[in-house]
């Protein structure tokens, strides 16, 4: 085992065991099932998830959420970096982030269209704290990268699309934005810490 490598174990069938039943490498089946930055052919994607369902392939979930709980950076998904409001929210929460250690990285996509889960995903692959997604006023998401947002938040993963419905239930506007974003941030990281720190506790326990 290398020193300071970070292990992520497999439960039933392993991470070679769907590369070679899906024809592909193990990096490209790892990429595929854990996230990367990285793109993967889309055929290749296709064999490989069709591969780990059929074996009934299964991520050990606890082993990712360490990786996330112990990184530093935070990222924020926009539409554009030309709306406004977009970038007032995206400010607030990037001012908190900062202040609270962590690097934030900022990735623009066409939430509208598919191209968002792609980009989802390389985010993902980089194990962020907590990933903000900022849907412009009027917009809304694409099916599937609601789709991939909710599979990503079944495996642990924190994910906060705010939109339109999201900033009235919380009253961003009479707030302002900026504050807004801020506010977000620190609820989410702190809520993130205060898991990490639970999860902490209890292995002490055992």
């Known amino acids: 085992r290398l020193e300071g ?14 590369a070679r039943a899906a024809g592909v490498s193990q990096s490209t089946a790892s990429r595929v099932l854990n996230g990367s930055a990285r793109a993967v052919l889309p ?15 299964s991520v050990d ?20 970096l030309t709306d406004p ?18 690097a934030v990285r900022v990735a623009v996509c066409r939430l509208a269209s598919d191209d968002g889960v792609a980009v989802l995903r390389a985010v993902r692959g980089e194990r962020p704290r907590g990933i903000f997604v900022i849907v412009p ?3 809304t998401i694409h099916d599937a990268l609601k789709a991939e947002v909710v599979e990503y938040q ?20 009479s707030s302002g934005l900026w504050q807004y974003g ?25």
């Open 61 to 80: 979930l606890h082993a990712q959420a360490t990786a996330r709980r112990d990184s530093t950076m935070v990222a924020i998904v926009v539409d554009s």
């Open 137 to 139: 006023r009027d917009k």
């Open 43 to 57: 055929e290749n994607e296709e064999r490989v998830r069709a591969a780990a369902h059929r074996l009934g392939y």
């Open 182 to 206: 801020r506010r977000l941030a620190a609820r989410a990281l702190a809520e993130r810490s205060s898991s990490g720190r639970s999860d902490r506790n209890l292995k002490g326990r055992k």
């Open 154 to 173: 079944s495996q642990g993963g924190s994910v906060i699309v705010i939109d339109q419905a999201v900033r009235r239930d919380h009253c961003a506007e």
């Open 5 to 18: 490598a970070r292990v992520i174990e497999f439960v039933g069938a392993t991470l070679v065991d769907v």
């Open 85 to 102: 409001e977009s970038m007032e929210i995206a400010m607030g929460i990037h001012e908190r982030a900062e202040l609270n250690g962590y």
